[in-house]
């Protein structure tokens, strides 16, 4: 667990587990400043951690979290509790969370804020970062739970991510509700899959998808739920998320799309999206 009222740097050198118990992080940001998770620049460091009930693998329990970062060489393996994400929150919103450098990252439970947890926002990731994402309960891959909105996620640099969704969430955006101001740029390469009637890029079951940008040399898979009876679009947002709107594909970025059954690459799983 970390305190203090400033920054802390947790510097990782060879291989290193941590396990915590319930309703507690295995990485447990108190501090009030920034945390970083980074190598000492000379070599490469693994670690894996672990939350357990209601508890993130890196970040915050019951309360929420903000300002981690994962840079360097580090390889991270973060894997949340029952309702907690990988890296963020499990019961309450989280913030200004960045992966970049050459970081190599798996998180299981999502990047954002837990399956029963609050808003999420400002997620970055950028650099030569390497990410797999899976969201869990309602939660998606990258962004928000089922409670809240996650808005101002950004893929940019070299990065590449493969994120996806369980339930009722998108792979990139709201876990049942919007999901909004996402940007991919530069040289990235994405890959999102949204479940049930969420969005692969987006609104989840019960939101929609709104501002969302792809351009630069971007390549995108995007890829709304696909279980019977479900509507969602590619990017966009369900069958009901009739107000998703404004996406943006410019530049050289190359985009593929596929909806759920019945449901459209862009707009939302139906017809007449505004575009």
């Not at 040399?217 to 009901?240: D, E, H, K, L």
């Not at 404004?246 to 707009?267: H, K, S």
């Amino acid at each position: 667990k970390t305190d203090g009222e400033g920054d802390v740097t947790l510097t990782i050198e060879g291989e290193n587990t941590v396990k915590s118990g319930e309703y507690h992080a295995g990485v447990e940001k108190k501090n009030d400043g920034n945390l970083t998770i980074t190598t000492d620049g000379s070599s490469q460091g693994s670690l894996s951690a672990e939350g357990g009930f209601v508890g993130s693998g890196i970040g915050g329990a019951w309360s929420s979290v903000s300002n981690i970062t994962i840079e360097g060489d580090v390889q991270l393996k973060a894997t949340g509790g029952d309702n907690a994400a990988g890296i963020g929150s499990a019961a309450d919103s989280c913030s200004n969370i960045t992966i970049r450098g050459n970081a190599k990252v798996e998180a299981t439970g999502g990047i954002g804020s837990g399956s029963g947890a609050k808003n999420a926002s400002d997620i970055i990731i950028e650099g030569n970062a390497e990410v797999i994402a899976s969201g869990q309960g309602s939660g998606a891959g990258i962004g928000t739970g089922t409670t809240g909105d996650a808005t101002n996620i950004t893929i940019r640099g070299n990065a590449k991510v493969e994120a996806s969704a369980t339930d009722m969430g998108a792979g990139i955006g709201g876990g049942r509700y919007d999901g909004k101001n996402i940007t991919i740029e530069g040289n990235a390469k994405v890959s999102a899959k949204g479940h049930l009637w969420a969005a692969g890029i987006g609104g989840g079951a019960n939101g929609v998808g709104e501002n969302i940008k792809i351009r630069g040399n971007a390549q995108v898979s995007a890829i709304g739920g696909r279980s019977s009876n479900s509507f969602g679009a590619g990017i966009g947002g369900p069958q009901n998320g009739f107000r998703s709107k404004n996406f943006t594909v410019a530049e050289n970025a190359i985009v593929r799309v596929q909806g759920g059954p019945d449901g459209q690459g862009f707009g939302f799983g139906g017809s007449n999206a505004e575009e």
